[in-house]
C-alpha cells in the first residue's frame, strides 16, 4: 500500500493564481482531512469529509474549496491564492469507529504564494 | 489559551537522558494522540491513547483523564529521535484533531 500520497511537494503560484492539491489513498479509509501548518503553530484543520460525497469545513475554511467524489481522493481547491495561504498542506486519512483511530498523514505540499 | 499546550516548546538532551513531553488539555476528548514529525517533515502516528499508559520500544505514553493532562516519556534518548513531538486530541467528532504546537527535541552525542 502507498498510504497518504500527495501532489505536488512543492508549488509556487503568483497572487490571484488558482490550484489543486491532490490527495489519494489506498487504504479504504473513509474519513479524510485537509490540514495546513504554519511556522510556530500547531496543524489546522481546513476542511473534512465523513465519506464520499461528503465534506465539511475545519476551522480555517476560508480561501478553500474541497469535493470528495470517491473514497480515494480528496483534492484541495485554492482559488485566488493569497501571501496567507503560504503554508505546508497535510492530508491525512482515518478509519473510523476502530480501536486504533489512528490518522495517516501525507507527506505535504509546500505552497508559497508571492 | 489554546485548546491543546504542550512543554517545553524546545528541548535539547544528551544521548542516553530520559526525555519527558507534557501535553494538557482543556476539552472532553475520546482520545489523545502523539505524533512525530522527522526533520523532513513526514509526520507518524505513534500513540493513541483514551487511558492509561502504552509503551513501544524505548517510547511510553501515559494519560490522566481526569487531570486532563498526558506525558511522552522516551528511555535511553538517541540521536535519532530527535523531532518535533505533537500532541493532538480527538473530541470525537469524525476523529477531528486539535493540535498542540509541538516540543522540538534534540538528543545529541
Known amino acids: 500500500n502507498a498510504g497518504v500520497t500527495q501532489t505536488p511537494k512543492f508549488r509556487i503560484l503568483k497572487i490571484g493564481q488558482s490550484m489543486t492539491l491532490q490527495c489519494t489513498q489506498d487504504?479504504?479509509?473513509?474519513?479524510m482531512y485537509w490540514y495546513r501548518q504554519d511556522p510556530g503553530m500547531g496543524l489546522k484543520l481546513i476542511y473534512y469529509s465523513v465519506g464520499a460525497g461528503i465534506t465539511d469545513k475545519g476551522e480555517v475554511p476560508n480561501g478553500y474549496n474541497v469535493s470528495r467524489s470517491t473514497t480515494e481522493d480528496f483534492p484541495l481547491r485554492l482559488e485566488l491564492a493569497a501571501p496567507s495561504q503560504t503554508s505546508v498542506y497535510f492530508c491525512?486519512?482515518?478509519?473510523?469507529?476502530?480501536?486504533?483511530?489512528?490518522?495517516?498523514f501525507g507527506p505535504g505540499t509546500r505552497l508559497t504564494v508571492l | 489559551k489554546n485548546e491543546v499546550e504542550q512543554s517545553p516548546q524546545n528541548l535539547t538532551a544528551q544521548e542516553g537522558e530520559f526525555i519527558t513531553i507534557n501535553c494538557s488539555y482543556s476539552v472532553g476528548i475520546s482520545a489523545l494522540h502523539w505524533l512525530q514529525q522527522h526533520p523532513g517533515g513526514g509526520i507518524v502516528s505513534l500513540f493513541m491513547l483514551s487511558s492509561g499508559k502504552k509503551k513501544h520500544g524505548r517510547l511510553i505514553a501515559t494519560i490522566n483523564i481526569q487531570e486532563k493532562h498526558s506525558s511522552l516519556h522516551i528511555t535511553a534518548s538517541h540521536p535519532r529521535d530527535s523531532a518535533v513531538y505533537i500532541c493532538?486530541?480527538?473530541?470525537?467528532?469524525?476523529?477531528?484533531?486539535?493540535f498542540g504546537t509541538g516540543t522540538r527535541l534534540q538528543v545529541t552525542l
Open positions: 491525512a486519512s482515518s478509519r473510523p469507529r476502530s480501536s486504533y483511530n489512528e490518522q495517516f
Open positions: 487504504m479504504n479509509h473513509n474519513y
Open positions: 493532538a486530541v480527538d473530541t470525537g467528532t469524525a476523529s477531528k484533531l486539535t
